[in-house]
């Protein structure tokens, strides 16, 4: 039987070494959630019941995390656990997570309004304490989101042979999909600067 803490640190550092970094620290963050759970002791597969997983997330709501927190950390370990059961390191249990949160929720709006969009676009007084380096990091967000919302790896990732005429066409880091995103003047502007 498999062990919980060592099997997920062994899968979040198998995601590292294939290059998924992100997967890796939400693995881990959701691994350090169970350890203050559950005590740092490690414990089998076996112990992980509908009541146990129920406390996990009762746990987790008491710490003041959000659902969409919840959610994750639940979805992650239920991946780990169906990992551990594929490779026989764990029985499976059927409706194991049935009980508890692995949806997600728009609970808040995170769109900007038009206030905060015409701060962002709003040039930086002269000063002393607004450096070049700031005023460039300015530049690259309003860049990006000239460009759709365009991430920031992907923007760093970006050749001159990506750019023809005032179209920009690249391949997302993430998922390798194609894109293509006309340039208006503005953006234009920022990326000969």
């Known amino acids: 039987m498999l062990r919980v803490v060592a099997f997920m640190k062994q899968v979040a550092d198998g995601l590292q070494m294939e290059g998924n970094f992100g997967t890796a620290h939400v693995y881990r963050s959701s691994l350090n959630a169970i350890i203050a759970y559950h005590g740092k ?3 089998t597969f076996n112990e992980v019941t509908p009541e146990w997983i129920k406390g996990f997330e009762i746990h987790l709501r008491g710490r003041g995390c959000s659902w969409n927190t919840v959610s994750a950390y639940l979805r992650t370990f239920r991946a780990v656990y169906n990992r551990a059961v594929d490779c026989r390191g764990a029985v499976y249990v059927p409706h194991l997570f049935r009980s508890v949160y ?12 038009t206030e905060d969009i015409q701060k962002v676009f ?3 007084p002269q000063s002393p304490a607004v450096t070049s380096d700031i005023r460039r990091a300015q530049e690259l967000f309003v860049l990006m989101f000239l460009l759709r919302g365009l991430p920031f790896v992907d923007l760093a990732y970006l050749r001159k042979s990506d750019l023809r005429d005032n179209v920009i066409t690249y391949r ?4 390798g999909r194609p894109l293509s995103v ?8 920022i990326l000969k600067r």
């Open 41 to 43: 002791g490690d414990f």
């Open 102 to 113: 692995t949806g997600t929720r728009a609970d808040r709006k995170r769109a900007l309004d």
């Open 122 to 124: 709003t040039k930086l």
């Open 182 to 189: 006309t340039l208006t003047s503005e953006a234009m502007a």
């Open 172 to 175: 997302r880091r993430k998922t």
